[in-house]
């Protein structure tokens, strides 16, 4: 098809990898984003904040990727104009970036998850647990791993799916492109559920270095994120979550991620191998 696929968030954890596996494919994409690359000829100036880019970067699209702006305390006002623009224009399918632990109709994420779905006759949700990237990027979890050995959380031996951002992006090329929706909702975990704990060893084991986990309660981390830059809004809702990991809510593992790619999901060791050298 010649119609373009918009991807927002195109130079983020998932979408700079669902823009690569689209044009692997043959794809037309648009990607979106406040800095366009000068030489990606795809590329087009988006702006959540600014409704004046929304029109050129929806024109004539097919489908759409869709990545919340991060770090918004509430981001539904911000991403209704953007949604209903684009079903107005004819837009049938999207497929939502959203979270294992926010379900349809919860604040936030969940309130976009409800839109998309009213919205479009073709939705797809993804809600995959928590990135294997927070260990290795610009996050609070790596910076306190490169910094004190150390991964200080709030939830105890409470357990996650851990997964990497290469197979989230995997579902959403599939989802993108198949001929027919794969799901309204589809929770992606990788293969196995790891507290905190288990994970510090089994960074310790990839660098051969000693690293700890520090359980500290949610008040603690909440405060801790606050004096690292985070609104405090903000900081409170991810401690929130912390809280929720401890209660064993994400102690769970899917099969999507083959079901839908017929690939196996990377394992934490695996993916902490390949990028030891950020560690």
Do not use: K
Not at 67 to 93: C, I, K, M, T, W
Not at 160 to 176: M, N, P, Q, S
């Amino acid at each position: 098809m010649t119609e373009p696929i918009l991807v927002t968030g195109a130079t983020g954890n998932t979408g700079v990898t669902v823009v690569a596996g689209l044009r692997d494919r043959g794809d037309v994409v648009r990607a979106a984003t406040r800095h366009p690359d000068p030489g990606d000829a795809g590329a087009v100036a988006f702006d959540w904040f600014d409704p004046n880019t929304f029109a050129a970067a929806l024109a004539g699209v097919r489908a759409i990727y869709l990545v919340a702006p991060a770090g918004v305390a509430d981001p539904a006002p911000v991403v209704r104009p953007f949604l209903e623009q684009a079903a107005s224009g004819g837009v049938r399918r999207v497929v939502a970036l959203s979270s294992s632990a926010v379900a349809r109709g919860e604040p936030l994420l969940g309130e976009i998850h409800t839109m998309v779905v009213d919205l479009f006759s073709e939705p797809t949700v993804l809600r995959p647990s928590w990135f294997m990237q927070n260990f290795t990027r610009d996050h609070a979890l790596a910076e306190g791993i490169r910094r004190s050995r150390e991964i200080v959380t709030a939830t105890g031996n409470g357990r996650l799916g851990f997964i990497d951002a290469a197979d989230i992006a995997a579902v959403a090329v599939e989802a993108l492109v198949a001929d027919r929706p794969v799901g309204d909702e589809l929770v992606l975990t990788g293969p196995e559920a790891l507290s905190y704990g288990q994970a510090a060893d089994i960074v310790a084991d990839v660098i051969g270095a000693r690293v700890r986990h520090v359980d500290v309660t949610t008040a603690e981390l909440a405060d801790r994120l606050s004096r690292a830059g985070l609104p405090a809004e903000f900081a409170a809702g991810l401690a929130a979550l912390d809280g929720r990991i401890r209660a064993g809510e994400q102690n769970l593992v899917t099969t999507t991620v083959c079901d839908v790619t017929g690939r196996r999901p990377t394992s934490l060791r695996e993916f902490l191998a390949v990028h030891r050298a950020r560690l």
